[in-house]
């Protein structure tokens, strides 16, 4: 396991810069939430980034995050209108008010915030990456998080709205697809998957 994600890693170009740092540890999760602290997971020292809990200071991030992952990394699955249309979705105001309830995780390298998660109960609402920090196991961490700590809460059942961008990403996470739907945001159409995941 520890060798897939070394080679994961290092098998990336794109963001040669960033040096192999050792992590700061995660802060302990806050009370009364059981999630997995990535401080337990034995390979947070060999990872370039951390993933911890949301804090109130990444706030002003999230929407970069958020509006870039759509832009660069949804552009072979969606037009320039419905890109657009998915980014104005979200203003600042209504991403803090989504990510109140439940729970949301951030990844952070080098200081920057490079993606995130939230989850509802059995519901993955986010998961968003950097395309500059895509394909090196961001969202799989991120995710991975909330699901353990979704089998803490004793959920049985994970569900998701796919991206048609994210829908790879969620099978190899385990997910099967329920069938295509479309939403609509500001007009427009956007394809996506109905996803489900058994956690018994
Ligand atoms: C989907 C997304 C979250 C994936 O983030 P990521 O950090 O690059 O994903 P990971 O590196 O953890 O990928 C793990 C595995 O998922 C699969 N996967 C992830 N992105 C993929 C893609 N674009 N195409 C095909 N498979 C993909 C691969 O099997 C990958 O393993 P590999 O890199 O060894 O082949 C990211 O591309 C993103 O933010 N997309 C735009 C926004 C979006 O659609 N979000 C989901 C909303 S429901």
Not at 84 to 97: F, N
Not at 160 to 181: I, P, R, V, Y
């Amino acid at each position: 396991m520890i060798g897939q994600w070394l080679q994961r890693l290092f098998r990336r170009t794109h963001r040669p810069a960033k040096p192999a740092i050792v992590i700061t540890p995660a802060p302990p999760t806050p009370a009364g939430n059981d999630a997995t602290d990535a401080v337990d997971d034995p390979l947070a020292l060999f990872l370039p980034f951390q993933i911890r809990p949301l804090e109130s200071a990444d706030l002003g991030e999230l929407l970069g995050v958020f509006r870039e992952a759509i832009q660069i990394s949804a552009a072979d699955q969606y037009d320039q209108q419905q890109r657009d249309a998915w980014s104005r979705a979200q203003s600042h105001e209504s991403l803090i008010s989504a990510l109140s309830e439940g729970e949301a995780v951030v990844a952070e390298w080098d200081d920057a915030l490079v993606g995130f998660a939230h989850r509802v109960n059995g519901y993955i609402n986010m998961v968003f990456v950097h395309p500059d920090a895509s394909r090196v196991g961001i969202a799989t961490l991120l995710y991975q998080h909330l699901e353990d700590s979704a089998r803490v809460e004793g959920i049985t059942e994970l569900n998701a709205h796919a991206s048609l961008t994210a829908h790879d990403f969620f099978h190899f996470m385990g997910f099967t697809s329920e069938g295509q739907e479309d939403a609509e945001r500001d007009g427009v159409r956007l394809p996506r998957h109905h996803m489900r995941k058994s956690l018994v």
